[in-house]
């Protein structure tokens, strides 16, 4: 559990960093795969923290396009 939570706060430092304030969204140039590696973990810890982040409202994702919908609570977690 407090891996997925340390994932999860790593997940939010990298959307924050890839989106400014005035853009609220970014095309991600790494697959999930790479994205996962990248990140030190496997690949269903690093969909599950994304699908967390979306059921809370904070994220939504197409594809590779991730859109940030509050910032605030990013910056919360």
């Given at each position: 559990m407090i891996s997925l939570k340390s994932l999860k706060y790593k997940l939010a430092i990298f959307l924050?960093?890839?989106?400014?304030?005035?853009?609220?969204?970014?095309?991600?140039?790494?697959?999930?795969?790479q994205l996962a590696e990248y990140f030190g973990v496997q690949c269903p810890s690093l969909d599950c923290t994304f699908k967390e982040l979306e059921d809370e409202g904070i994220i939504s994702t197409e594809g590779r396009v991730v859109t940030v919908l509050n910032r605030n609570k990013l910056s919360g977690i």
């Amino acid at each position: 559990m407090i891996s997925l939570k340390s994932l999860k706060y790593k997940l939010a430092i990298f959307l924050l960093e890839k989106t400014a304030p005035k853009k609220n969204y970014f095309i991600l140039k790494r697959s999930r795969t790479q994205l996962a590696e990248y990140f030190g973990v496997q690949c269903p810890s690093l969909d599950c923290t994304f699908k967390e982040l979306e059921d809370e409202g904070i994220i939504s994702t197409e594809g590779r396009v991730v859109t940030v919908l509050n910032r605030n609570k990013l910056s919360g977690i």
